[in-house]
């Protein structure tokens, strides 16, 4: 049975993910920005914590790992080669490693670029990716500490998902990235219907931190990187899929 996904908004435009194994009674929240909303839709739903996912080290994402730990108990699992730098883990993990919450395995991903140390996680049997600060709705992560060569090659291994796969990425900022995208791939119909869609979605209160990884490779500029119309756009129609993703990261900073 796939697991229950429920979305928690937390901070200014996070999103933490909770997954209910109804199986088993298992309860894990990937990334705790803040403790107190993950607290209160665990008392609502009458779901007991028993897992803590970290995806990487920035503060909005594991500020409430240790308060949540200790009114629960739960296991924390994150990235080893991150460790030195996230709340003590109990669970160190790499490349292809198992995660087990309740009945469901998933496997971890190293997505490095936004930081160096930064995983996702993918559950099959749920068709589920928690992909933070990498692969994001209609967007991607700032390159605080990666090059652009290492957060394209993230991306791929992301984009070699199941097309079904629904990306939870951990902020909402589909404002921002509707605009940067319209500015680069204004003949998109894909992506001006997605757009068209955003406040139809947000006033029907869906999280805007989610689309299936069909929509986001159909919409989303990064993941066209490889794209011959994007690059003719752009005029790199003769230059390398890496050196496009490279240019678009360039120009949404500057944006
Ligand atoms: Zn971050
Ligand atoms: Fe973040």
Same mark, same amino acid.
């Given at each position: 049975m796939p697991f229950v996904l429920h979305s928690v908004p937390c901070l200014q435009d996070n999103y933490a993910y909770l997954l209910h194994d109804e199986e088993t009674g298992a309860t894990a929240v990937v990334?705790?920005?803040?403790a107190a909303p993950i607290q209160a839709a665990l008392a609502q739903k009458g779901w007991q914590l028993s897992d803590i996912l970290i995806t990487h080290h920035h503060h909005d994402h594991i500020g409430g790992v240790e308060a949540l730990r200790a009114e629960t108990g739960a296991r924390v699992w994150g990235a080893a080669a991150d460790a030195h730098r996230l709340?003590? #883990?109990?669970l160190a993990l790499a490349q292809g490693d198992r995660v087990e919450i309740g009945s469901e395995a998933g496997r971890v991903l190293e997505v490095?670029?936004?930081?160096?140390g930064h995983i996702a996680f993918h559950f099959p049997d749920s068709k589920l990716a928690f992909t933070a600060d990498s692969l994001m709705a209609l967007g991607c992560g700032r390159l605080f500490e990666g090059s652009a060569e290492q957060m394209w090659d993230s991306l791929c291994k992301l984009m070699a #998902?199941?097309?079904?796969t629904l990306i939870c990425s951990g902020h909402d900022y589909s404002s921002g990235n509707a605009a940067f995208a319209q500015s680069v791939d204004a003949d998109n119909p894909d992506l001006r219907a997605r757009i068209k869609g955003f406040d139809d979605a947000r006033a029907a209160g869906q999280p805007m931190a989610q689309a299936s990884l069909a929509l986001e490779k159909a919409t989303n500029p990064f993941l066209r990187a490889g794209d011959a119309r994007m690059k003719a756009a752009l005029g790199m129609?003769?230059?390398?899929d890496g050196a496009v993703f490279a240019h678009l990261r360039q120009l949404k900073d500057a944006f």
């Amino acid at each position: 049975m796939p697991f229950v996904l429920h979305s928690v908004p937390c901070l200014q435009d996070n999103y933490a993910y909770l997954l209910h194994d109804e199986e088993t009674g298992a309860t894990a929240v990937v990334d705790v920005p803040d403790a107190a909303p993950i607290q209160a839709a665990l008392a609502q739903k009458g779901w007991q914590l028993s897992d803590i996912l970290i995806t990487h080290h920035h503060h909005d994402h594991i500020g409430g790992v240790e308060a949540l730990r200790a009114e629960t108990g739960a296991r924390v699992w994150g990235a080893a080669a991150d460790a030195h730098r996230l709340p003590p #883990l109990d669970l160190a993990l790499a490349q292809g490693d198992r995660v087990e919450i309740g009945s469901e395995a998933g496997r971890v991903l190293e997505v490095p670029g936004h930081t160096v140390g930064h995983i996702a996680f993918h559950f099959p049997d749920s068709k589920l990716a928690f992909t933070a600060d990498s692969l994001m709705a209609l967007g991607c992560g700032r390159l605080f500490e990666g090059s652009a060569e290492q957060m394209w090659d993230s991306l791929c291994k992301l984009m070699a #998902l199941p097309d079904d796969t629904l990306i939870c990425s951990g902020h909402d900022y589909s404002s921002g990235n509707a605009a940067f995208a319209q500015s680069v791939d204004a003949d998109n119909p894909d992506l001006r219907a997605r757009i068209k869609g955003f406040d139809d979605a947000r006033a029907a209160g869906q999280p805007m931190a989610q689309a299936s990884l069909a929509l986001e490779k159909a919409t989303n500029p990064f993941l066209r990187a490889g794209d011959a119309r994007m690059k003719a756009a752009l005029g790199m129609a003769d230059q390398g899929d890496g050196a496009v993703f490279a240019h678009l990261r360039q120009l949404k900073d500057a944006f």
